[in-house]
């Protein structure tokens, strides 16, 4: 269908980026970057071309793919600077890089520009737990409880961004700082417990999994858990 319609309007820009679209998806990857890449190069670039190749490069652990990752979303966002997207994926990609001083500029950014995604606030939490500073990222969950709705539980959430980090100490120290925190949210004693079991230290483990199981008993995650847990220790 784009084939078609760009018979009649082949410099059409929207129509190549919806090509571009299709070929990503008949996994056609190197085709649909051609032509973003094309719309890029062109004055002036079309925006949501430059939002793809920066996803297109951001993930990897190249520093030269981040590199490009970075220009492709600074450049978006000069062209789009109502969106509030590229700077926490700037963010991300600055801490990947360690420029945590950029990193910690775009966390900021991202949060007076769009406050109403909590999920930013846990991920600058995360970033702040990982450089131990753990004062200022309980202060950014405090922040972030006021928006708590029914069901939320964001120190849950950041334990639980803290355990996918593959950090080792820092959940155990921050969770110690924490103890009001731990006493009420299940998926934070769940995480901790995770980690703790992947360190081998299964004993350990239980009673958070039994303070899991207390407070969430609904769910049959904690029990799984207790299950691995006992058979490590062949109980």
């Known amino acids: 269908i784009a084939d078609r319609a760009l018979q009649d309007d ?22 649909a970057i051609r032509l973003w890449e094309e719309l890029a190069r062109e004055t002036p670039p ?5 939002l793809r190749l920066a996803r297109h490069h951001e993930g990897t652990e190249e520093e030269a ?6 220009a492709f979303y600074a450049r978006y966002r000069e062209l789009v600077p109502e969106d509030p997207r590229p700077h926490l994926l700037l963010a991300n990609l600055y801490a990947a890089n360690k420029d945590d001083v950029q990193a910690e500029a775009e966390y900021r950014t991202a949060l007076k520009s769009d406050p109403g995604n909590t999920g930013q606030f846990v991920e600058f939490a995360a970033f702040l737990a990982v450089k131990k500073r753990y004062q200022e990222a309980e202060s950014v969950i405090e922040e972030v409880d006021k928006q708590a709705s029914s069901g939320d539980d964001f120190f849950g959430d950041l334990m639980m961004q803290l ?9 155990e120290e921050f969770a110690r700082s924490q103890p ?3 006493g009420k949210s299940a998926r934070a004693n769940l995480y901790l417990a995770y980690i703790r079991l992947e360190n081998g230290k299964g004993l350990q483990a239980i009673p958070l999994l039994k303070q899991a199981a207390a407070l969430q008993k609904d769910s049959a995650e904690p029990y799984d858990a207790m299950a691995r847990a006992y058979r490590s220790l062949r109980n």
């Open 163 to 171: 355990y996918l980090s593959d950090e080792k100490v820092v959940p």
């Open 10 to 31: 082949p410099k059409n820009q929207g129509l190549r980026h919806l090509k571009a679209l299709a070929l990503a998806k008949d996994e056609k990857s190197e085709d």
């Open 180 to 182: 009001a925190r731990m």
């Open 46 to 50: 079309f925006a949501p071309a430059l």
């Open 65 to 70: 793919k981040n590199q490009q990752a970075i």
